[in-house]
């Protein structure tokens, strides 16, 4: 069975910083294009940031570009999203996805998605 499962979500601070880590199990996790996806009640699923399979292809929304870092572990099957100088704007349930296609995951289609971990930012 195919799991993803989110961790590392929490209280913090404006200006704090929180790491999101995300484990794929029941499936290679290499061949994956990763991403997150935040949400917040009433509104669509938002794309967050994405990485390739490789490490090497990295993209994320431009209002977290410079505060966040996405990257991955291959030998440990996790993704993880360090989120740093967090913005009460940032508060949402956090979910990662996979997918094979880094097009299909950018528009928030996936094969696989976590159970979402809420971070809430006070300001």
């Known amino acids: 069975q195919v799991q993803l499962v989110e961790s590392g979500g929490g209280l913090a601070q404006a200006g704090g910083s929180l790491i999101l880590s995300c484990v794929l199990s029941g499936r290679t996790f290499s061949p994956y294009n990763m991403g997150w996806f935040r949400q917040t009640p009433g509104r669509e699923r938002a794309f967050v940031a994405a990485i390739s399979g490789s490490g090497l292809g990295l993209y994320y929304v431009d209002s977290v570009s410079g505060r966040f870092t996405i990257s991955r572990d291959n030998a440990k099957n996790t993704m993880y999203l360090q989120m740093n100088n967090l913005k009460p704007e940032d508060t949402a349930v956090y979910y990662c996805?996979?997918?094979?296609?880094?097009?299909?995951?950018?528009?928030?289609?996936?094969?696989?998605w976590g159970q979402g971990t809420q971070v809430t930012v006070s300001s």
């Open positions: 996805a996979a997918s094979p296609q880094m097009d299909r995951l950018r528009a928030g289609v996936a094969n696989y």
